[in-house]
């Protein structure tokens, strides 16, 4: 079953639901990161967006920091999507940060369009160097928004 036909709209999963759905240990290892290293709370928001045949509706879990998303996960059965965007200005250092991880990493940002305002780029999550990865972007993503702050 899909995670969108688990929880419509009007029933927001709890955090236990969304790691029994997912069930993998590296949710709860991101997770928890990111909550103890940013000061995070994690926001669920719905999305019914109905692209790549219901890829990615459903509840998302989103990673914010001073109003700045870190990342944004997408429960799938067995694993989860991370989505990190970089806005243009962060761009140069994403790519030099994107040449020291894995192959996988490498290749998803290299397809991954650009665009005037910068590029997302959705991750899935199934490995350690993949956590990992994140991990790294998210930390960049959340040095940018202490740029930003101190401008």
């Given at each position: 079953m899909q995670w969108?036909?688990?929880?419509?709209?009007?029933?927001e999963p709890t955090d236990r639901q969304i790691s029994d759905f997912i069930s993998n240990p590296l949710w709860q290892e991101l997770?928890?990161?990111?909550?103890?290293?940013?000061?995070?709370?994690?926001?669920?928001?719905?999305?019914?967006?109905?692209?790549?045949e219901?890829?990615?509706?459903?509840?998302?879990?989103?990673?914010?920091?001073?109003?700045?998303?870190?990342?944004?996960?997408?429960?799938?059965?067995?694993y989860f999507v991370a989505m990190v965007s970089f806005s243009a200005k962060e761009l140069d250092d994403a790519n030099a940060l994107v040449s020291m991880c894995c192959e996988y990493t490498k290749n998803k940002y290299q397809n991954a369009k650009s665009s005037k305002l910068g590029k997302s780029i959705s991750f899935e999550v199934t490995d350690q160097n993949i956590l990992q990865d994140i991990k790294e972007l998210a930390a960049l993503r959340a040095r940018s928004t202490k740029k930003t702050n101190n401008a």
């Open positions: 969108y036909e688990l929880f419509h709209e009007d029933i997770s928890e990161y990111l909550i103890q290293t940013y000061a995070v709370k994690p926001k669920r928001a719905y999305s019914g967006c109905s692209m790549g219901g890829y990615w509706k459903g509840w998302n879990i989103k990673f914010k920091k001073n109003g700045k998303a870190l990342c944004t996960a997408y429960p799938k059965q067995g």
